[in-house]
């Protein structure tokens, strides 16, 4: 009887060691499919100076490579293409647009003034120049 007892609770256990296992894989995440196609073509390909030929703005260094590597090179830039997957070393840098100076004038299209037009001019330029100096005028029209 005390031997069945002993038998019992290690069959026990085992079943509750084994239950826990398979909770561990089922609850377990399912591996991120970018991560290590990207780790290896940063460490074995940017690093050793591959330029990519899809991925733009890439932080890479000078280096020649051989024909072997530059071919699995590209076979990995194809395949984080293809998943989509974000490689820092090759985020676009943010393009900083030159500011310009701000115009007096806009532009309102399909719209008229409804005051006095005023004397005609052959450009805008002397349009403008001319509207600026009288403090009564509200603006330019094209006919």
Excluded at 5 to 20: D, E, N, P, Q, S
Excluded at 62 to 79: F, M
């Amino acid at each position: 009887s005390t031997q069945s007892t002993g038998i019992y609770h290690k069959m026990r256990a085992f079943v509750v060691l084994l239950a826990l296992l398979v909770a561990c894989v089922i609850c377990r995440s399912p591996p991120n499919p970018c991560a290590k196609p990207t780790k290896k073509f940063v460490n074995k390909c940017l690093k050793k100076g591959y330029q990519p030929k899809s991925l733009s703005d890439c932080d890479t260094t000078d280096g020649d490579l051989k024909k072997r590597r530059l071919k699995k090179c590209t076979r990995l830039e194809n395949t984080i293409v293809e998943q989509s997957c974000e490689v820092a070393e090759c985020t676009p840098k943010p393009v900083v647009e030159p500011t310009q100076a701000p115009s007096a004038w806009c532009e309102h299209q399909n719209s008229f003034l409804y005051s006095y037009a005023g004397p005609s001019f052959d450009n805008l330029e002397a349009a403008q120049a001319a509207c600026l100096a009288n403090s009564k005028c509200n603006g330019i029209t094209q006919e």
